[in-house]
């Protein structure tokens, strides 16, 4: 989906990030708590509205960062409890290495430009 299209289509994502609720966001704290202490930091890359960021934050206390390339989509996530906001690309990162403990990737990889550049800096950060 190219930049454009995201800048239009944020509003629809806020309103259709309700569909996460507190159990998805219980199952996805069980699958990451082996690499995420209460405390910790997980990044949820491509995480856009921070709509499932906000739920796993809850749930799971930890500090999320929401990395995505629209700062429109970023606009929603700027307010949730528990959610930083960062404007990046996926392919190059403003993260130093090891700076999460765990990282999460739902319903975004197929946008970024270069996968295999974006796993290596997942797996760097």
């Known amino acids: 989906m190219s930049g454009a299209l995201f800048r239009w289509a944020a509003p ?3 309103r259709s990030a ?13 699958f990451l708590e082996p690499a995420l202490a209460a405390g910790g930091s997980l990044l949820d890359l491509g995480g856009g509205t921070g ?3 906000a739920q796993i934050a809850h749930v799971a206390p930890c500090r999320v960062t929401v ?4 700062a429109q989509m970023l606009r929603y996530a700027a307010g949730l409890d528990g959610v930083t906001p960062v404007l990046a690309d996926a392919g190059r990162l403003p993260f130093d ?5 765990a990282a999460l990737v739902c319903d975004a990889f197929h946008h970024f430009a270069s996968p295999s ?3 290596g800096q997942l797996a760097r950060v």
Do not use: I, M
């Open 18 to 30: 309700r569909r996460w609720t507190v159990d998805d966001a219980e199952v996805f704290a069980r």
């Open 97 to 101: 290495r090891g700076a999460f403990d």
């Open 51 to 53: 709509a499932l960021a």
């Open 12 to 14: 629809c994502f806020a």
């Open 117 to 119: 550049q974006s796993a």
């Open 67 to 70: 990395a995505d390339a629209s």
